[in-house]
């Protein structure tokens, strides 16, 4: 592998701590003196986080104007919105707080807020320029933090596309496990699912390398008991905020070396079901998607059991890979997240439509994948996640 | 861990791979039409490296101008030397091509030329501002390629320290397998050795966290055996990358955590024998270090030891641990680095004078040291390795 080519940058400042939300106006403050916060409608106001960032920021003399529409598979009308209301009120800075939902859209909002054209557009022409970006992470999952990456859903089409460009990356990223501690327990399962398989696909694809793998590995091993113990015990900050590294470090491994099968048929599964969590998604496609990639996939599921810490005792290679899915299986069941794209309330007979738009809008995942997929496979393993 | 603060951030842009270098020209044309390579007097020219690069930006129609000045310690007048040069030519952009001492030399050549004041004053005097520079890696040890460090001796005093501000981060970083293809085996050995001891200090320091322990563990794994095999094998051009990916993942390690007594005492001893490649000086020092860190590093040499595939048998934890540092040893055997001071032609009577220096211009280094160290107990580990 390292004779291959290998180009990689991330520019994000990274600051990571227990109250680190209180440097937020210092930070912003190099910035801007004009922030428009980008978030959702509900969780951010019950749990206090917003109305402490505002404090934090109006402390450090900014001026801040909220855009809370942000729904939990944004659309490109909802950031349209956002990047209205960041022109109207001249923001030199956005800051995403939330989950991947609003960090997602606090980037495309940035994008958007820089032109004069819908969002949608930027899909095909690469965009320059945007406004500064801060993120503010309140759940461990996405990745988003820390990458250039957006998604947004096109409530027309129900496509769910990812895009990210270089003036895309957040300037800084904010990452407090006192703020994820407010997370509810399906909500810390489905995000903290995400992260495992962002790890396991940005180093299993065809364009991983040491340094995506050096993330994911590091991803795996503070995820490996800590995703059940944040579920069980929500206010342990250790546990949290092992969760909240391993999120970042699976989003510095994406962001190198994308994603695979389980996000390419996850998008369009919540593209055209917008109530279903991501994560909820990605858990129902797991174990047919890992068994799909086997043959070529076997050693490293062995590794990433080995530092998961599944046992191997005197088991053959093809018994410890497979010991490793089920291991997967158990994690899933252990924060009730054993679930079938039938229970999440897709109809079976949307699956040839969802298999057809995996090779569409999420044409690089599928490409990526490090076993040759077809639309006829992709059907296989939708209806085998059924 | 994951309770501290951490904040982390590295801009620079790292491409690698073979050939790579032919990007040179595209790359540079980004930041300025005029160019200052930054080099040594010898090696650069021998192997045809420079000529190569040099050939490359002028196809991209860059103006270039060489300093070829830069000696195996660079001192601080050869960088005000060069800095001159760099502000008589009007280069936008400094180019250091070689191993650590040309490309420390180029971020600080960088900070000089911004500046009118000789760059002994920037170690007190923090630099806001410095030209571009672009690091072409000729060896793999230093780090320097990929982090804001640079190292400079004053020859009036034989102070050897570090400095390192955010405007010296090289924007890019040229890694290409081929050139290093060309380093003699001493060079490959000390370097190369140089490369475990920053992926050592940066997991063990006070300062380690997350990010410096999966940057450093992946430079343990790229570095096992193919240390070895790049000595033997000079143009096996698998070991050889390897090498120079180990060698950016402990440079990025070491910018986040820093280093600890085996450099801290390094220093001052290649400071006051400028002949004294730092590589060689690092291996009569490692022995007498690990042992003195042991009781509060055995479980971490342990953790190294299973990255480095030392065999584990029924050892209990200290002789597994004991075993670690035999294999550091044995290693350094193998390419003819199994040193002591004394074959370096340190004189013995100078040793209380180097203990002094590493805790002036190396505090952070021995402060950094997962054990408190006084003059007295650095004093001892130089006996030790003498």
Redesign the interface.
């Known amino acids: 592998m ?17 109250g ?1 939300i209180n440097m937020a106006g210092e930070i912003a403050k190099k910035y801007s003196g004009v922030a428009l916060v980008v978030t959702g409608g509900e969780s951010m106001q019950k749990t206090g986080a917003l109305e402490r960032l505002l404090k934090i920021l109006k402390d450090s003399g900014i001026k801040t104007f909220v855009y809370d529409g942000i729904t939990p598979n944004p659309t490109c009308d909802e950031i349209d919105e956002a990047a209205k209301m960041a022109r109207e009120k001249g923001a030199g800075l956005v800051i995403g707080l939330g989950g991947g939902s609003p960090m997602d859209s606090a980037k495309a909002t940035a994008v958007a807020a820089k032109g004069n054209v819908p969002v949608w557009e930027y899909l095909k022409n690469p965009a320059k320029d945007a406004l500064p970006v801060i993120t503010v992470a309140s759940t461990s999952g996405s990745g988003s933090e820390v990458n250039r990456y957006s998604v947004m859903t096109n409530p027309k089409t129900c496509e769910k596309p990812g895009f990210g460009y270089e003036c895309m990356y957040p300037k800084e990223a904010i990452i407090d ?1 006192e703020i994820t501690a407010t997370m509810p327990p399906f909500v810390t399962a489905s995000t903290g699912f995400d992260v495992f398989v962002h790890s396991l696909e940005a180093s299993a694809g065809k364009a991983a390398n ?1 340094f995506s ?3 994911s ?2 991803a795996f091993h ?1 995820l490996k008991n800590n995703l059940e113990k944040a579920y069980n015990e929500p206010e342990n ?2 546990a949290r ?2 969760m ?2 391993a999120s970042a ?1 699976a989003g510095l491994a994406i962001n190198i070396s994308g994603v695979g099968i389980i996000h390419g048929l996850e998008h369009p599964v919540s593209g055209n079901y917008p109530k279903v969590a991501h994560g909820a998604g990605l858990a129902a496609l797991a174990a047919p998607s890992l068994k799909y990639n086997f043959e070529t996939c076997k050693r490293n599921y062995m590794l990433i059991a080995k530092h998961m810490g599944v046992k191997r005792m005197d088991k053959p290679d093809d018994e410890y890979a497979l010991a490793f899915i089920e291991k997967i299986g158990d994690m899933l069941k252990a924060v009730n997240l054993g679930l079938r794209l039938k229970d999440l309330g897709i109809e079976r007979e949307k699956l040839p439509k969802i298999a057809k738009e995996a090779f569409t809008t999420m044409k690089f995942a599928m490409e990526n994948n490090p076993v040759t997929v077809s639309e006829a496979d992709a059907l296989k393993i939708l209806e085998a996640s059924y």
Chains 1, 2 share one sequence.
């Open positions: 390292p004779t291959a080519e290998i180009n990689v940058f991330n520019p994000v400042r990274i600051h990571f701590g227990n680190i496990p040491v793998k050096a993330y590995l590091q503070l900050l250790e905020g092992k909240a590294l470090f």
